[in-house]
């Protein structure tokens, strides 16, 4: 195969800026975080009351909403990064009940593989306690675990982790989506190394353009909320609010709170801007992982032709 590195991939991972563009996408996936947030408050709630049953329900229930989420948005994005239009948010939502089973199946086949690999590697270092061939064994299986569960580290940051959900959102079946990742690995696991930094260097300028909105707008507010709005609320709260902080922990900690109906709306709205600070960058990390997953496996048109 080969090098995917070239002009033309470095225009497919650049065109992942356009991901604010994706109204649908952007709305999917604030959507989810949204109503997980608010499970989570939910388990958080039932937990501090010992209803420990009911609060992980509630945080399975959370979970389960973000991975259909993740899944909904990652199909807009696909559709946007081949250059198709763009589904309605309800046929997304819809097709992200049908192939959430289909990620969940080849993430499980890839752990599987891994847990298959760990096993075996225990039993070879059992094997070491042998009285004769117990330490050259041990020496020949050092360096061959070093590169076993650092490969094994490696690609489930760069290749299980990123690129599963984008092979079933590329319209894979599942078998297809594992030869494909497997190929990925075998071949070109450098590319998708270097490829995947790039996608994280995107997603860490976004983040950092965020946080410098974040904290600035929250330092500017924290001082013109009780000058302009007369309400005696103090600076902390409204900074955890925006980073998703509730009362309950500003309580635990003895700082002091406004639970008036004007601090409530004042966290309420600190939590709105934390949920928006969480979906850009992660918006921009799917979006670039469409791109990888294309990069990697779609050649472009002219080579397509020869």
Sequence with gaps: MNSSLNPHTLTRLLSSLDAARNGAAFRALLASFCLAGLMLGAAEADLARELTWRGALWGCAALCIVFLGVNSTGLLLMDQ???HPIRDLRDAAY??????PRVLLCLVAMLSTAGLLTALMLGLLSLSRLPHVGPPLLSALVPLGVGLFGGMLLTLMVMVGPLTGPSIWSGLPPARALRKLAGLLRWRLLDTAVLMVGVLGIS???SACVSVVV???GQAMALLVPWAAGIELPPQQLMAGLFGRGLRSLGAAGTPINTSAAGLAV?????VVFALALVLPALFYLRGCCAVWLALTEPPAEEAQL
């Design 267 to 271: 966290q309420t709205g600190g939590g």
């Design 81 to 83: 990064a081949r250059g």
């Design 204 to 206: 860490a300028l976004v």
């Design 95 to 100: 097709d992200s009940l049908r192939i959430a």
């Design 215 to 217: 904290v600035g707008g």
